[in-house]
């Protein structure tokens, strides 16, 4: 038998195999890469389905560093039948030096909300610390600052201009805690919207700038605390609030209260807006809109604000239907809050409608319900 020089007899052995080596390195190649990588896919684009087009969760991924995690957040507000979301953009994190703008993470949220289908409310605030005293809160703003805060919003609403369409200008500054721990001063909040409004509608004439996010409070006149978002509201229309805001934000819990418990000055319930609206409507600016953009029930078991955790189901699901059906002027509804990246292990854990491992919880299951037009209130 004649034999074959080693080379040759190699080269038949491994010929085969040499056909799936190549593949398989170009695969590895091209998959190697993205195994370490952080980027998503953001996937094909999608719609909410929905019956209530005004249901709305504040989805607080402003500390979710895992991309997957922001993704499957927010396909889940989709599947959920929400079409709004409310998140948070602190200036802090985004602009840490004057002038250096840092957008990674708001550029992953925003794409995909908008991949999901899903309308962005944008909340803006949180001072850097080279715009305010050394050693103070970031919530803490000065008048000095506010042309500075201006220049952020306005880069904010520039750059997101195609994909992002409603901003809030700061949160609940009828709280003292929110206000920097100060006196709180509705006519210094008006001064601030005078200042960043323009600002804003230069960079991007379309967007809509939401005003106030006022807290549901009964501080007493002269409170250390804060003031009556009533009593601020009209403050602020007295200041010249009118031609600086686009929508009311307001924020509306209902504690432990029925939503449809009648509004009452002296009473914290979900339809405390009606009150609200009705001073809009007194100061001759009932053609704007609302927006809730936090508020809902608790059903924490020691809470003493809170409910038994059918009732939070039954009530959320009847305020969204209230704003649907009853309340023309309201354009969305936004609770607190679908889910924290991490347990608080405090009562804000029982606001959430998923926990942190993405397990629903059955409010999620029974909204998701009513959003497919299933009748779940009986």
Known sequence: ???????????????????????????LVWWLPR?????????????????????????????????????????????MGAPWIVEYFPWAYYEPRPGHFEWGHPD?????????????????GFVPDWARPKESTPLLLLEENYEDFGRYAAAFVERYADT?????????????????????DPESYVEMLRVVYPMIKEANPNVQVLGGALAPTLAP????????????LQRMYDAGA??????????????????DEPADPQVINFRRTELLYEIMQRNGDGDKPLMITEGGWND??????????GQRIHHTIRAYEIARTEWPWMESVAFWVFRFPWDAKTYQDYFTFVDTEFEPKPIYEEVRAYARGEDVLE
């Open 242 to 259: 009118a031609d600086y805001f686009d929508i009311l934000s307001v924020h509306s819990y209902g504690w432990y209260s029925d939503p």
């Open 1 to 27: 038998m004649k034999q074959l020089p080693l080379n040759r007899l190699l080269s038949r052995r491994w010929l085969p195999w040499l056909g799936l080596l190549v593949p398989t390195i170009i695969l």
């Open 108 to 124: 992953l949220v925003i794409e995909h909300a908008n991949r999901q289908g899903l309308t962005v409310i944008a909340r803006l």
């Open 221 to 232: 006149p002269g409170s250390e605390w804060g003031m009556d978002d009533l009593v601020y």
């Open 164 to 184: 992002v369409d409603y901003v809030i200008i700061w949160n609940e500054p009828n709280l003292s805690l929110e206000w920097g721990y100060r006196p709180v």
């Open 300 to 309: 924490h078991p020691r809470w003493t604000r809170a409910v038994r955790p």
């Open 35 to 79: 195994l370490f990588s952080d980027e998503i896919p953001l996937g094909p684009q999608q719609e909410v389905q929905t019956i209530n087009p005004k249901m709305g969760i504040h989805t607080r991924l402003t500390d979710e560093a895992e991309p997957w995690k922001i993704k499957r957040t927010l396909e889940m507000v989709r599947e």
